[in-house]
């Protein structure tokens, strides 16, 4: 089966620009995940979607950061304004979220620049 | 915050068993042990989870301590290509009406040496 798709791979903006990053999870996968990852850390959860629902944005910066999943399948993530500190690699990641089974697979990830 | 600790580094020699250890002494009765790695440039890979058995796949063995205070991850025949940043994942259990999640710490940067 076809992997978690993200684009683009890379992006460099600057500072107060906005720009946004999409994903196509696996094909029949209910749960879409955005993590954010700076450099020598673990991935940090943003945003977590069931079907086009979502289940838990709490360490969203909401007042910058938006996502969306309209019709259960594509998300997009966006920022706007960006700031320095978001410079990072932003994951995507799908799970089918069924009982026993909630493994979660990621796609290659978005390497965001902020000068 | 992780309900894991990892060493930060470890290295290993190619073709030996590199055994990777993790500490979750916090861990509740029914809360997994997931193990992911990531090599350099792309996204985590899945590799095993485990509750209270030992367990094996084709990539990797996972043994977890009776008391569930620690767990090893074991890759028999390390490769060049195991070189990655190993992470140990306690999943946290869901809040009502949420899905479970994974709360990743730094991991283990593990280098496979010729």
């Known amino acids: 089966e076809a992997g978690v798709a993200q684009s683009p791979r890379y992006k460099i903006i600057e500072k107060r620009q906005s720009v946004a990053f999409w994903c196509n999870p696996i094909?029949?996968?209910?749960?879409l995940y955005w993590y954010q990852q700076i450099l020598g850390q673990g991935p940090k959860l943003l945003i977590q979607?069931?079907?086009?629902?979502?289940?838990?944005d709490s360490q969203l910066p909401k007042d910058r950061f938006s996502a969306e999943r309209l019709k259960g399948v594509d998300s997009t993530l966006k920022i706007q304004p960006a700031k320095l500190e978001d410079s990072a690699v932003y994951l995507c990641?799908?799970?089918?979220?069924?009982?026993?089974?909630?493994?979660?697979?990621f796609g290659p990830g978005t390497r965001l620049t902020v000068l | 915050d992780a309900k894991t600790t990892q060493p930060p580094s470890m290295d290993c020699a190619e073709g030996r068993a590199a055994n990777l250890p993790c500490n979750h002494s916090?861990?509740?009765?029914?809360?997994?042990v997931y193990w992911y790695r990531q090599i350099h440039s792309q996204g985590p890979q899945y590799i095993i989870h485990g509750l209270k058995n030992n367990e094996t796949n084709e990539m990797a063995s996972l043994i977890i301590t009776e008391d569930r205070k620690s767990s090893t991850l074991i890759l028999p025949h390390a490769t060049l290509r195991d070189t990655a940043v190993y992470y140990c994942i306690v999943r946290v259990d869901p809040q009502k009406d949420s899905n479970y999640q994974l709360i990743w710490g730094a991991g283990t940067k593990l280098i496979i040496k010729p």
């Open positions: 916090t861990i509740s009765g029914n809360e997994y």
């Open positions: 979607f069931q079907n086009n629902g979502v289940v838990d």
């Open positions: 094909s029949g996968h209910a749960t």
């Open positions: 990641a799908s799970s089918r979220a069924l009982a026993g089974d909630d493994t979660q697979y």
